[in-house]
DNA sequence: GTCTATACGGTGATAGAC
DNA sequence: GTCTATCACCGTATAGAC
C-alpha cells in the first residue's frame, strides 16, 4: 500500500502519527510543531512520520482534513431535524457543540491558528468546509423562517448564527485565563456544564419576543 | 541610553522596530515570525532589532506587554461610570470595545496565540492583566447589582461577562472565513458597524426581564 | 547607531542497516 | 516497516567595519 495516499483506511501506526500530530498542532501551531516531538507523542521514530507523510506540510494538510471534517459535520445537521421547536434545537446545539469541542480539545486552537490572515489558511478552510458537503444554510433557513412565523423577534439569521458560535468556541481560548479570572478555583469541566444552560439561555431569552 | 530596559521611552527606532513586530507576531505567532520578515517590514537591518533587544523571546515580550496593555484597560472602565443605565453601559462598552480591535487587528491573533496550553503564555497573561492594575470586578459587581435591584433576569455575572466579550471578539478571529461563509460579499466595515448594534441588542434583549 | 558578513545551533528530510 | 546516523538548510545571534 501506498503510504499517504488519500485512502481513509490507515495502519495503526499511521493512527498513531495522526493522533499524535492532532494534539502537538493544536498545541503548537505548524510552525511551532517539532517533527520530533510529534514523534515522542506518538511512541515513534522521527523518520517514521516521513515514511507515512513525506513532508511535515503534507502530514499537516492530513491532520487538518480530518479535524475540519471531524470538527463540524454531525452537530450542524442537527439544525434540519423533525420534530423539535427552534429553542429545543438551539439547546440541542449548543450542548452538542460544547460536548463535541470538549472531546476534542485540540480543535478550537487547531482551527484557529490556521485560519489568521487573508491568504494563508482561509483559503484552505473554506475549501474543506466546501468538501463536507455540509450546508450551512440549513440554520439560517431556520432562523429565517421562525421569524416570519413570529416566533420570534426579527434578527439578522447570519448574526444569530455567528452569535452562537462564538458563545460555544470563545469560552475554549485561553480557558485557563477566562478560569483564573472569571471562575477562579472552579472545576472546569463543572463550568463546561454550567457554561451549557447559561448559553442555551441567553440564546433563547435573546431571540424570545417581549 | 541603555537598549531594551523598561523605560517608557523609545527612540525612533525602536518604535518603528515594536509596530512592526507587533503586526508581524500577530500575523504569525511567535514561531511563523521572522526576525527578518519584522527588519523588512520595519524598513530596517535585522542586525538592530538584536541591538535593540537582545534577542528574539525579548522582543517578544516588549510587544507583548504592549500590546497587552493597550488592549484592555480604557474600555472596561467605561463599566464603573456614572450616569448611565445598565444598558446604556452595555452598549457603550460593545460599541467601544469592538472599535479598540478593528484599531488595533493584529491583537486579538497576538492575544490567541499566545495563550493556548497551561503553562507557556497563561501565566504572562494572568501577570500582565494584574499588572494593568485593572479591576475586573466593576463589570461583576455592576452586574450583580442590576440582577438584585430586580431590573434584569437573574444571571451569573461572570457568564455575563464571559458572553459579551465572546460576542465582541470571536467575530475577529478568521474573519476572512466568516465573511466568506456568512456574509458574503459584504464589506468587512459595513459589517462591523452592523455587528456593533447587533450585539447590543443581542445582550440587553437576553438579560431583560421578560 | 547602523550596516555586512559570518558563526552556530536546531530542524526537516534522507540514506541505509536490519 | 522500523530504526540510527547523517546531511543540508535556514534562522537566530554575534563580530566587526564604518
Redesign the interface.
Known sequence: MIPSDDSVIHTVTERKILEAAKRVF???????ARMQEIADEAGLNKALLHYYFRSKDNLFRAVFREVFQSFFPAVFEMMGEEGYSFEEKIRRFVHSYIDLIRQHPYLP?F???H????EEG?VR??EM?RATGLD?GVFYREAKKEAEKGNI?A??P??L???I???C???F??A???S????PGQDYERFLE??KE??S???I????K?
Chains 1, 2 share one sequence.
Not at 485560519?115 to 487573508?118: E, R
Not at 483564573?180 to 471562575?183: E, K, M, Q, T
Open positions: 493544536g498545541r503548537k501551531g505548524l510552525d511551532g486552537g482551527i484557529l491558528h485560519m489568521q490572515g487573508p482561509t478552510v473554506v468546509f450551512p423577534r434578527i439578522d447570519a448574526q448564527i455567528l452569535n458560535i462564538s458563545l468556541i470563545f469560552p481560548f485561553g485557563p485565563v477566562i483564573a479570572f472569571l471562575f454550567e457554561r447559561a448559553v439561555d441567553f440564546v431569552h435573546a431571540i424570545r417581549t
